[in-house]
């Protein structure tokens, strides 16, 4: 059994803001001692940090503290946006085991730091929890070199954020914080884990193979000249589709080749970069191979609010014969009451379908969560992780 609790604080106070969100979860979970204690705070706490880590090991008798800030923090209790706010999720069981880690220097130096913290616990039900700060990491470069050596364990996780400038973010690793490099954990034993990624996008025409390409080229979709094809596919959009999107155009890249009829949440959306009429092609932000199947998309609100609906409704499917233990949400900063105009909105739609359960995560810089078996750097997406015990 796996038992977990999640807390938290709005006080402007760091001790009893750390204090009371780790006394709830504590009494969420049922237990008198944690395994580990993930937290994530905004920014009104991270000058006190050594204050905030005292507390929380002082009420969860915790030692493996790891998490970061978050322009907005979250539970299963509400999306706090636009203010204070320090959640905590405490861990107890048996049948899991964290490993936490800090790592500094180039994407490739800390790809082989991480390597080494996970070679010795790695086990075929495992998950890494990843928190980089984008001011010193690129995401999709950290995430090509975690897995450099064959590693295909699934990662997820987010890029610390802060305040509004991007100026003040931080990472803690037990009684430390620190900024730039990664912080994280890998999660191991008799759990299996569930991963969905909402994208907030809306497929428009209908897939096509990819028939020519060279690198993040195409030449070719479906035998015909891939400018033509996206030409095509732009008339049957209306003047409404249009101006939900902003008329910007993404190229969804299905990554599963054994799957022939890709729907939401099996694409890899990336941006449509350029277009070169002399030679009919399509220029896009990641590398494509002749056979592949892609999908032209837009971005809009109407797009993501159907999308999160539908993956927490596969989600909940998945899980049906038993229920997970806890979730986390990694959500972008551009999504929110940004993207919707209303506030709670994806977390409210995960209540409705997964009631009581422990929820904790924060708003991101870049979210990460495999496609079709791979782990990639994703931007304007929700990251839905769900844990269940064997």
Known sequence: MIHVGVGHSHSLSTVEAAERA???????????????????????????????????????????????SGMTVLTSAGEFEEEPALAVMV????QLSAVSFSAQGTASEIGEQIQEHVQSGLKDDSLLLIFPDVRAVNPAELVEYIGSDGTTLPIVGAAVSGDATGAQMYHWK?????????????????????????????????????????????????????????????????????????????????????????????????????????????????????????????????????????????LAEKTRSQSPAFGLYFNCLGRGKGLYGAANHDIGIIQEKFPGLPVIGFFGNSEFAPIGGRNFAHAYTGVFVLCTAN
């Open 174 to 314: 037990g009684d430390q914080a620190t900024a730039g490099g990664v912080t994280g954990a890998l999660l191991t034993g008799d759990f299996r884990a569930e991963i969905g990624v909402a994208q907030g996008c809306q497929p428009i025409g209908e897939p096509r193979e990819v028939t020519k390409a060279d690198g993040r080229v195409i030449f070719e979709l479906a035998d015909e000249p891939a400018l033509e094809n996206f030409k095509g596919t732009l008339q049957v959009l209306t003047q409404d589709d249009i101006r939900r999107s902003g008329g910007t155009v993404f190229v969804g890249i299905a990554m599963d080749p054994e799957n022939k009829n890709p729907t939401r949440g099996d694409f890899l959306i990336r941006n449509l970069v350029g277009i070169n009429e002399e030679h009919a092609a399509l220029a896009i932000s990641e590398e494509v191979t002749e056979g592949q199947l892609v999908q032209f998309h837009l971005r809009n609100p109407l797009a993501a609010a159907e999308e999160i609906q539908a993956i927490i409704a596969q």
């Open 91 to 94: 861990l107890r069981s048996e």
């Open 22 to 68: 780790t006394l709830m979860a504590m009494g969420n979970a049922g237990i008198a001692k944690a395994d580990l204690a993930i937290v994530f705070a905004t920014i009104n706490y991270q000058t006190e940090y050594e204050e905030l880590y005292q507390a929380v090991h002082a009420a969860s008798g915790c030692d493996e503290l790891i998490g970061c």
